[in-house]
Every structure is written in C-alpha cells, then in structure tokens.
C-alpha cells in the first residue's frame, strides 16, 4: 500500500510537471527507474508497479488507498450518466467528460479537502477555468463552502 501511495504521489507531483508530448518518454523512464532498470539505482526488492501500467501509461490510473486497487481514470464515471446535455446547452458551458476532466477534477477536489494550495497552468483556452469550476459548482456541498471567483486574463 505505501508501495502504490508512492508511485501515484511521485506520479502527480513530478511526472506530471512535463508537457503533454513529453508523457510518453516520462513514462517509459518512470517505469525504468522503479523497476531499477537505470544504472546506479538499485533495484527494488518488491515489485511495486501495478500489473495495470503494463497496459498503459502511469498517467491512465488513478490509485485507490480505500481498496490497495488500481483504476483508470474514466472508470470513476458512471458511463451512463455522463454527457447527457439538456436540451439548448449553449456550446461553450458544456464540459464533455473525458480522462482530463475526470483527472484535474479528482486532483483538483483532492487538494480542496485537504488544504492543499494548486495552480493549473496551461494555454489559453485548454479549459483550465472550466476544470475548477466544474469541480467549485458540481462537487462541493455549497452549505460548507463559499466560492468566491476572482478572473484573470491575460
């Protein structure tokens, strides 16, 4: 279990600080180094990476410490239930669900439980706003929190 914690903390707090066309190499050497594949690290005595990222990268899983369990990410939504669009959504408020949503949504919520302080950075218009806000509106009980917006543009 504290195996698991590791690699999805390192996963979300270093790997993911490359840019998008970076992730495929991050992974490759992630992967490399937690086995102890790389010259100078010692290799691990237990294997810790889950059989799942044989399947994928480590930016596909979300680990889940209730259950010790590996999950992708777009199996925490009810595939059911998502993207059914009221009649007249205007285009431009609608948030498509896709493994991004479901990743910064869960990352962010993650961190407003916990006091974590977070920044998303990005390029204009890659739906950094609407990740926040999706979660503020969405997710959290309104009788608990006060969401102030303050907006920044550039």
Do not use: H
Request: proline share 5%; net charge negative; with cysteine.
């Amino acid at each position: 279990m504290i195996e698991s914690s590791f690699v999805f903390a390192s996963c979300w707090s270093l790997c993911c600080s490359v840019k998008t066309e970076s992730r495929k190499t991050m992974n490759l050497q992630y992967k490399k180094i937690i086995n102890g594949e790389v010259d100078n690290i010692p290799k691990l005595k237990n294997k810790i990476l889950p059989g799942c990222f044989d399947r994928g990268t480590i930016y596909d899983y979300c680990y889940l410490p209730e259950t010790n369990e590996w999950q992708n990410w777009m199996d925490q939504t009810n595939k059911d239930e998502i993207d059914n669009f009221p009649k007249g959504s205007v285009a431009n408020e609608l948030i498509v669900t896709t493994a991004d949503t479901i990743r910064y949504g869960y990352m962010q919520e993650m961190f407003i439980m916990n006091d974590i302080p977070s920044l998303f950075v990005g390029p204009t218009g890659t739906g950094k706003t609407a990740y926040i806000q999706n979660v503020l509106f969405q997710k959290l009980d309104p009788a608990k929190w006060l969401i102030i917006e303050v907006g920044f543009s550039a």
